[in-house]
């Protein structure tokens, strides 16, 4: 039975605009051979996206029954990292998940975080899960 597990980039923060040509080149290299031995090894990419600089962040502290929610606009003096991307995979199993993402390039560390089963049927997918795509790229500098 197939295993699902997320890869979150956690790197320090960074600007889009401040990333040259030829860098986003060599980044995107980078993860297109990532995404390369994920297939090769029989793996699936179910998901994966870069994620925007702590600048466009917003933080929400959820309403409760004494105050609105809060809205705060980044970026955060606090955050010194954090997840600038991420990978959705489908592995065979937890030893194949830990081999993959310590292929992922990063300029910080990753977390390996395996995906609960909440239907109990093998998959992911809880109660009103939308269905996922096949495989998007990642991309991006992370």
Do not use: N
Not at 20 to 33: H, S
Not at 58 to 69: E, G, L, Q, Y
């Amino acid at each position: 039975m197939a295993e699902t597990y997320m890869i979150l980039i956690v790197e320090p923060d960074w600007d889009p605009a401040d990333v040259g040509p030829q860098e986003w080149t060599e980044v995107m290299q980078a993860f297109e051979a990532f995404e390369a031995a994920v297939v090769a090894a029989g793996a699936r990419i179910l998901d994966g996206a870069a994620l925007d600089g702590s600048k466009r962040h917003v933080r929400i502290d959820p309403a409760t029954a004494d105050r609105p929610a809060v809205h705060t606009d980044g970026p955060f003096a606090e955050t010194k990292e954090f997840v600038t991307g991420y990978y959705k995979l489908e592995v065979t199993d937890a030893a194949q998940a830990r081999q993959l993402a310590a292929l992922c390039p990063t300029w910080g560390h990753l977390l390996l975080v395996p995906c609960l089963d909440l239907a109990g049927d093998g998959t992911d997918a809880g109660a009103g899960a939308v269905a996922e795509p096949a495989a998007v790229p990642a991309g991006g500098p992370a």
